[in-house]
Each structure stands twice: as structure tokens, then as C-alpha cells.
């Protein structure tokens, strides 16, 4: 075979690979379109007859694809709060009020916020500020950050730099902005991947990194999953608190005395 000829059936060769790459990522994104809409359907219609189980089953497949669409953090939160399960309910509400586009949806997020604080019982936080008991477990109470009634903290990244930020249950992973992260040095974070998120422009491709610490009034997690988001200019947080950091603790809410209270696990 002549040098030319072996020189075009390699770039045939690559020609095909990317064609062929570009048809499985285009149908990969609407296969994950579809089950996205299939599941946030699914969940609205069993919502509506009344099957709040099974309604929370298919709105956490969808929260899955789209983890910060408010949307179905809103139907998460009406379907937790028709469970009688308000600690949940309250964080999805607490997200709604803050990034919902509708403002009936805020609205109704608000009233609902005001009515569980009521109803909820004190939590008991008679030491709150950073305790270590006989067990070896320790507790921290830290006081919420008011801004449109959601849940918002003060943390610490790898002992270096600070951001205020959202407690988001529904959110797989922490998620921290581009800001933030460049404050980081780069360099010196582990790079891990990337991961797909559903933002309001769509589907986009974002990078997921280890973070070594994340620390709150003293309490820590170690080797935190994070994505690195794009934060609005002038936003007055750096990005979320998922469950990639949660799930180290165990985590509840006292409404009325304005505290989040994290105790080791």
C-alpha cells in the first residue's frame, strides 16, 4: 500500500471515530433527556393521585439527572410534606424560595417554610458551639445565614480559603464556584473527573474534584466529592453543600433558634 493511500485510510479511520463518537454522546444526552422527563412526569402524576411514595420514588430518579432543578425540588418538597416528613421538606423549600423562576412557586415556599417552623419542636442545643463528649463524637450548632429563607453556612476549604454556602440535601454532590475553586490553587486540587449537570442553558459537562477538607466552626469532612459551577456575579454564596459532604454527619435543623446542627457519625 502506498504512503498516501495507508495515509487516507487512516484519516477515514478517525473521520468515522469522531462521527461515531459525536451519535453516541448525542444519543447518550437524549437517553438521559428522556428518562429525566419520564421520571419528573411520573412523579407529578402520582403525586396527583395521591401515591406520595411512589411519587417520591420517580421524583428522586429525576433529581437525579437534574439536581438543581427547582422544579422538581418543589414537587420533592410538597410530596415530603404530604409524608409528614418536614426536616426534608424544608430544605427542597428552602431551595425553591431561593432559585424557584415562578413566584407563586416561591410564595407557596415561603408560607409553608413560616408554617413547619411553627410546628416543628425545638431541637436540643443547649451546647452550641463545638463539643466533645465522653463517646469521642462531637456536635456543632452553626447559625444559619438569612437569605430568602434558605440554609445557608460559612465553610472552610482545605484550611485556605472560605465561601458561604447552601445546605442542599438534594444535591448529590458539593458544588463549589469557579471563583472559589481558582482560590484553591488549582494545582494543588485532585482532579477526579468530570460529571453532567442540568443548568438552565441545558446540559453541560462540569469538572469533579476531591477536596481535602471541608471544615465548619470546626467540625470537618474529609475527601469531599465536588463539582466546580459557574456562580452568578454579584451571587451571595459560593456554591452548595451536598451530600457528599452531609452524609459524614449526622445533620438536623432547629428552626426556631436558627441553627443547623451537625454532629459526627
Known amino acids: 500500500m502506498?504512503?498516501?493511500?495507508?495515509?487516507?485510510?487512516?484519516?477515514?479511520?478517525?473521520?468515522?471515530?469522531?462521527?461515531?463518537?459525536?451519535?453516541?454522546a448525542l444519543q447518550q444526552a437524549r437517553a438521559d433527556e428522556g428518562h429525566f422527563v419520564s421520571a419528573y412526569h411520573s412523579g407529578i402524576y402520582a403525586y396527583r393521585r395521591g401515591d406520595y411514595d411512589k411519587a417520591l420514588t420517580y421524583l428522586r430518579q429525576a433529581q437525579a439527572q437534574a439536581p438543581n432543578n427547582p422544579d422538581v425540588r418543589y414537587y420533592m418538597a410538597v410530596v415530603l410534606d404530604k409524608l409528614s416528613?418536614?426536616?426534608?421538606?424544608?430544605?427542597?423549600?428552602?431551595?425553591?424560595?431561593?432559585?424557584?423562576?415562578?413566584?407563586?412557586?416561591r410564595?407557596?415556599?415561603?408560607?409553608?417554610?413560616?408554617?413547619?417552623?411553627?410546628?416543628?419542636?425545638?431541637?436540643?442545643?443547649?451546647?452550641?458551639?463545638?463539643?466533645?463528649?465522653v463517646s469521642g463524637r462531637g456536635q456543632v450548632a452553626v447559625p444559619l445565614k438569612p437569605h430568602n429563607?434558605?440554609?445557608?453556612?460559612?465553610?472552610?476549604?482545605?484550611?485556605?480559603?472560605?465561601?458561604?454556602?447552601?445546605?442542599?440535601?438534594?444535591?448529590?454532590?458539593t458544588s463549589i464556584s469557579?471563583?472559589?475553586?481558582?482560590?484553591?490553587?488549582?494545582?494543588?486540587?485532585?482532579?477526579?473527573?468530570?460529571?453532567?449537570?442540568?443548568?438552565?442553558?441545558?446540559?453541560?459537562?462540569?469538572p469533579k474534584i476531591l477536596i481535602d477538607r471541608v471544615t465548619i466552626n470546626g467540625l470537618e469532612a474529609r475527601d469531599v466529592e465536588a463539582t466546580v459551577i459557574e456562580v452568578r456575579e454579584g451571587s451571595s454564596f459560593s456554591g452548595l453543600l451536598g451530600l457528599s459532604f452531609i452524609r459524614q454527619f449526622k445533620l438536623t435543623i432547629d428552626p426556631q433558634e436558627g441553627h443547623l446542627v451537625f454532629q459526627t457519625i
Not at 416528613?85 to 412557586?105: C, F, I, K, T
Not at 417554610?113 to 419542636?121: C, D, G, Q
Not at 485556605?160 to 448529590?172: L, N, Q
Request: net charge neutral.
Open 2 to 24: 502506498r504512503f498516501e493511500d495507508f495515509r487516507t485510510f487512516i484519516c477515514t479511520l478517525l473521520l468515522a471515530a469522531l462521527v461515531f463518537g459525536g451519535l453516541n
Open 85 to 105: 416528613r418536614p426536616d426534608e421538606a424544608m430544605l427542597h423549600y428552602q431551595y425553591v424560595s431561593a432559585n424557584g423562576s415562578d413566584d407563586r412557586v
Open 107 to 133: 410564595d407557596y415556599s415561603r408560607r409553608r417554610l413560616k408554617a413547619l417552623a411553627l410546628t416543628r419542636p425545638a431541637a436540643d442545643v443547649s451546647k452550641t458551639v463545638f463539643v466533645k463528649e
Open 149 to 173: 429563607n434558605a440554609l445557608m453556612v460559612e465553610a472552610v476549604l482545605n484550611r485556605k480559603v472560605s465561601g458561604t454556602f447552601i445546605v442542599d440535601t438534594g444535591a448529590t454532590y
Open 178 to 206: 469557579q471563583e472559589l475553586y481558582e482560590s484553591l490553587d488549582p494545582a494543588t486540587v485532585r482532579q477526579i473527573g468530570t460529571v453532567k449537570i442540568t443548568t438552565a442553558n441545558g446540559r453541560i459537562e462540569v
